[in-house]
């Protein structure tokens, strides 16, 4: 039996939220409910001065790599649907 996950590159992600939009579409999901959660990282002071802050894509219990669309040779739609 195969396994599957997500490789999430967190340097790209703008914190657009369309995963969690397009997560919550494809499986179904209520309000309040994720199947991805985008959680976000900070603004923090660097020592030279500036600001960063990171967005941080992580699945959830509910997140079940989209496997109907997986097995019909898709990609997850949160993937799918991803600008970064």
């Known amino acids: 039996m195969a396994t599957y996950g997500l490789m999430i590159d967190n340097e790209y992600c703008t ?3 369309t995963c969690e939009i397009a997560c919550r579409n494809e499986l179904g999901l209520p309000q309040g409910q994720w199947g ?3 959680l976000e990282m900070g603004p923090w002071r660097k020592p030279d001065g500036t600001w960063e802050g ?8 509910s997140c079940n790599l989209c496997e109907g669309r997986v097995a019909a040779g898709g ?3 949160c993937a799918l649907h991803c600008l970064a």
């Open 15 to 17: 914190g657009c939220h």
């Open 36 to 38: 991805i959660k985008l």
């Open 54 to 61: 990171k967005y941080v894509p992580v699945p959830t219990t």
């Open 75 to 77: 990609e997850p739609s």
